[in-house]
């Protein structure tokens, strides 16, 4: 095998946080437009340089008048004053108001000279050029005076101030149009792995290949955490192409993060390529995920290597580097950046090291947020949207209960849980029924799965086939069944009548996983075929691949299609779906069960609605 | 005076509401790649076409075995196997594994034929092309099996799915480059004013010219909301020039907002135009601010009108506009969009009709969030920043206690109260000061409005200077002095040499404002002055302009500078920024002094070390 690079003395949490926080990832300032400055951050105080108004402002519809010439009016005994003119908003005034006299102002018109007030047009009446005032004002009576709202010199937003829709009209109203902000870092995604192929381009299964997760998700967590994503093509495990991709992005960015690393030799090469273009200031972190993260410098620019599996890399990102990210950029983590909750389970640990542990959300009956772990494994792409967020365990922990407070950093800012949760059978009637729930989360991990979780308290709902039923209490909200059987090639050319057929023979058979209901009806069905002289399980060994099963409900009748198997335990829906052979063996119940706890929850009754009408 | 619009039969904000509801804005789903996904919103649901993995992958490092073949194998007893090839992840294998065999595999590589399972390399040893494996696998063990991660045909995405990184990261998974999303309103601006100028634009103050506050807030807004904003040129009150620009404005885009229409005259013309160039909905709202709120119809597109103040504005169109574009865009609102509170004043209304009142947040001292009414009136853009979101009131509500429980509908998502709130005297020490205090709001209202705050128990920090002294207990900060006299111009032309000279005298003086600190010290002088034969207050009627005071320090002494003024009351530090001429009169006290109950505040410990750096 290839020499490993041997992790022995693996940094803290906190010497990995202290050693990114020795890397300098902050830009220069910049000046932006107004039209461009939401979401930024001012990089330097702005004082007024204008009064606003900068001139005595009518507040109000009427007339400019001296106050004193006012004094005495009432709707009794109004004083009448001749109009000598009018100001509108917009026009310099080409009058003056002397005493005993009164102009025409509108809303926003600049005061005429000689008056102090003005008297709303609602208590005055004209005629013929003359105007009786009902009411007396004071001086300075809607008028908003020069600099009354800011005054030149006044200080008006201060360094590191966001910029949200107010502040912009703060600065638009001082006349402020080139606006000092901070930069944004640019970041540099950059994913290794000799098996990676952009999404969008053709797939080559056979050479084990599989899309880039990373880039772009990584590069999307870079623009919410404030900074500025740049893509490079990913690179395999050569030396000299992933050096000359690292220094290209190190030249270009202020920092350069590479992901993708699985293979050993993959971080032999990404190691030797930092020490000889930088400097690396750690390598391997006690956490898991996260070991083999890497910390240094490629040219002046910061650098930090992600574990490949993508629920890793975004769970280190959002750990380690997303803050530095905002640091440098001036920004705040949301407050809606973290959540409370209570584990719904209990969670072992004692691992020796810290562990970030992917959790999904869920909403209990009283409203209250249960916390669950997500435990598909971190090479599992689906983890990625069934995991809300992570739990930081500390190495010294041994377990946490059920029922502990725990704090979950999101995976994005204002992540809510599901309005539903469901777990259970894989099945088209939901799958399409799904469209019709907002917000719903369906783990399709199979019956057995879904009663299992049910024990545990964390779905709102199971769905169950075949003759799997929960322990549990429950309420059903619908019962349906499915057409099952075997899955042939189209005409049926093997000519395969029934499950006695696949006894002995050569008939390449794939099975569902153990979780799966389906599974659970086709083993009840041996064991009747079975007889007595017989174990369904003896049959079962007699079966060619019986023991292979596979997750979702279309994937046998798919191996079935592509030719990797000559028959598939399935439904008609799916032979029909993919114009298959189908050799009915019997209708198996399905049926939609809730916690009895959550049924007042809005998803639940969605489903139960939407399901209603489905079936 | 013009014929004026009168709004009789104001709609409720139900109603209003209810015509919006009536108005389509949502434009046709577009399709954009995964690096512009970000954020964006479903448009129909994503099934996974292929599996993901697309093949049998092996999950560690190691060798892929036939797992009967490791059976009994033990530390004291292993299993030795002959190794037959070796296959790296994104490579074809070129070998299979038969019965006896094992096979070498990198992490993500395609299991080789005949192999089931992979004992991990940390278990095993090699030498010789010789394996022995010292532990048992079963079948399965650490290899992900062809789409168990995500199935081909499999429901990945449902509509309505909003996509942050881990969606992104999904769809990267199942090859998904073009993603059909909602399309996000494009919402067209126009305000209408002659005398508005765009920032950056020089303002004539004569012709009572003003920037262009709402073009660039609401556009602002808009984006916030998930709505596209599109700038137009502002317009006058001309009938042809709005028409026309309205007109372009509606075939460009789902929704037009004008707004600015303060004067009579301008709410005509928008009126007519609307009238005539498409359908008028509902024209006037029984709520404060907004009662001018226009909805209707231009062309195909939909139309609402906004008041023209800025805070009205933006109150207007974030509690009817916005929820409408982002249900337009399929965006929920952020769970942060809303903060409960405690008001900390009683607040009075019986007017008749649903108030939007504009309120600040701060922290007391046990962390709670109270909420107090910024009443600087609609008119003045610094509420803009002082302001953190408004308070519905409904119509037939009397008053709020104090104390009372109020939901806060920010401005935007996640506004939080500032660190330190501080009301008191307009001082350049504290303006300076501030840009050391991390986050701080500072109403420079004057000595007098920090003390009648403080005994509201709004702010964190009261700054008093001169004689003002609260009535309420307080804890000392900081302590400093400021001189302060006469700012005359330039060589001091009319050779002012002190107070006395002002009297009966032609000199225009400009005053502070009496809620200034500053101003109570030039009147404790005139009543120091006057002995016993007069009164202070009968020496300031001599001073010709004693009575118009301006709110900032700065403000008399930029009055002095333009000529405005002969005399204004001032600090040396303004004469010496100004580089005018200055009498002295003395030095006045200036204190920060806390809320007791406030000290512990972070914000409060900032700002007394920072003051204790810069006095």
Partial sequence: MTDRKEFRDLATPAEARAALDELDLAPEPETVSLAEARGRVLAERVDATIDVPGFDRASMDGYAVRAADTFGASERDPVVLPRVGVVHAGEKPRVSVGEGECVEVSTGAVMPDGADAVVPVERTSESDDEVAFETAVAPGDSVMAAGADVAAGERALGPGTELTPREIGLLSALGVDDVPVRGRPTVGVVSTGDELVRPGDALDHRRGQIYDVNSDTIAAAVADAGGIPRLYPHVGDDYDELESQLRTAADECDLVLSSGSTSASAVDVVYRVVEDAGELLLHGVSVKPGKPMLVGRIGDSAYVGLPGYP????????????????DAAGVRE????????????????GEGRTRLLAVGLVTDGRGET??????????????????????????????????????????????????????????????????DVPDPRYLGAGSRTGVRRLRDGVPDVVVVSGPIEPDDPTEELAAWTREWGLVVPTGNPAGIGGLRDLLDADHRFVNRTTASGLRATLDARLDELAGDDETGRALAERIRGYEHGVRAHESPARRVADGAADVG?????????????????????????????????????ALERALDERT
Avoid at 334 to 349: D, E, F, Q, W
Avoid at 578 to 605: I, Q, W
């Fill in 311 to 326: 629920v890793s890399a975004l769970t280190v990102f959002r750990t380690f580097v997303a803050p530095r990210i905002r």
């Fill in 334 to 349: 949301p407050a809606s950046a973290s959540v409370s909750g209570r584990l719904a389970v209990r969670v072992r640990h």
């Fill in 370 to 435: 249960l916390v669950y772990p997500v435990d598909k494994g971190s090479g599992a792409t689906t983890s990625l949207v069934d995991a809300d967020g992570v739990v930081e365990i500390d190495a010294d922990t041994d377990y946490l209960a059920a029922g502990e407070a725990v704090t979950v950093e999101l995976f994005s800012p204002d992540v809510r849980p599901p309005a539903l949760l469901a777990v259970g059978e894989d099945d088209p009637t939901v799958s399409r029924t799904l469209d």
């Fill in 569 to 605: 335990l399935g439904l008609r829906a799916s032979a029909e779906r993919l114009d298959l052979g189908f050799v009915p063996l019997g209708d198996e119940p399905v049926r939609a069960l809730a916690n009895p706890e959550r049924t007042g929850k809005d998803g639940v009754r």
